[in-house]
């Protein structure tokens, strides 16, 4: 990493997964995290290829991650992984269909839509065209024939959102990104007063502070 992007962290040196055999961490949330990161960026099983090229440029553009990080959350195959597994969240709107459907149905009215607008794929798209499109299906103002009824405004708020967001902010370089210190089990906090830290939490840079004193207290978590 360069200075100039080290100086831009807001927590820079902190890496979660140095609290891993601390005690912070208990032997599920170890689990539970090593699960995760042993979803491969290119691990697919529910999409087909198409698909999956689909979601992956949508992804791109939805959360798109610094150029030359060492460790990328893997969004699209978090994605891929909970529809794989089949849990659903337990209630949907009445005007989408299931999950899977959903998301099959969503990604290829997608792509029909950037053939019709463009005459490429979506993920053939530059960033300008793909984003026009994410927007105006934010927007609700997609229409062919593919949707086969579904609003791509609904399928962009209730299933797009919280299944590729909420996916992102499970991975540990996430939680590294915004200085988490992943499930508090079994140590807890002690300092809950506001802008107070435990120890063990990172320490955020601000203005003025010294990106390298930062980096050496964050760099210090965890041993």
Known sequence: MS????????????DVLSKRDTPSWNAKTRAVVDER???????????????WQILSA??????????????????????????QSGKGDGYRHDNMPPMAE??????????AEAQLRYGQRF??????????LIAAMQD?????????GMPPDLFFHHRIVPDAIKSYYTHPTAWSEIG?????????YVRLDLDRRDPWEARERRDGDDADAVRRTNERIGR
């Open 37 to 51: 990161l042993a979803v491969g960026e290119e691990d697919h099983r529910f999409f087909s290829d198409t698909e």
């Open 180 to 188: 988490f210190g992943g499930p508090a089990s079994p140590r807890g």
């Open 123 to 132: 993920h053939d798209l530059g960033p300008r065209d793909q984003d026009a």
């Open 102 to 111: 959903a998301w099959q149905r969503g990604l290829s009215a997608l792509d």
């Open 140 to 148: 609700g103002a997609l229409d062919c024939a593919a949707w086969g």
């Open 3 to 14: 200075d100039a992007e080290s100086r831009t962290e807001r927590y820079p040196g902190y």
């Open 58 to 83: 949508l992804c791109d553009r939805l959360v798109p991650q610094p150029p030359g990080r060492s460790a990328r959350v893997p969004l699209a195959a978090l994605v891929d992984a909970k529809l």
